[in-house]
């Protein structure tokens, strides 16, 4: 489970753009988003860069769930 949303949330950032700046579909992004779909690694690390957040302040902890 990821926090994808929620950091695109609290930031202002749509998922229209995160798609255009990762160089993927809405549709993948979305999928993300909505935690339909988890992200490869490589893409994990991407978008924590580009959100300039830590990768683990876009996971969920088991403890959590």
């Given at each position: ?13 749509k998922q229209k753009w995160l798609a255009k700046q ?44």
């Amino acid at each position: 489970m990821n926090r994808i949303k929620e950091v695109l949330k609290t930031r202002g950032i749509k998922q229209k753009w995160l798609a255009k700046q990762m160089d993927k579909s809405y549709n993948m992004v979305n999928s993300y988003a909505q935690n339909r779909r988890q992200p490869r690694l490589e893409d994990l690390y991407k978008i924590a860069e580009i959100l300039d957040v830590e990768v683990k302040e876009l996971l969920i902890e088991r403890k959590q769930l």
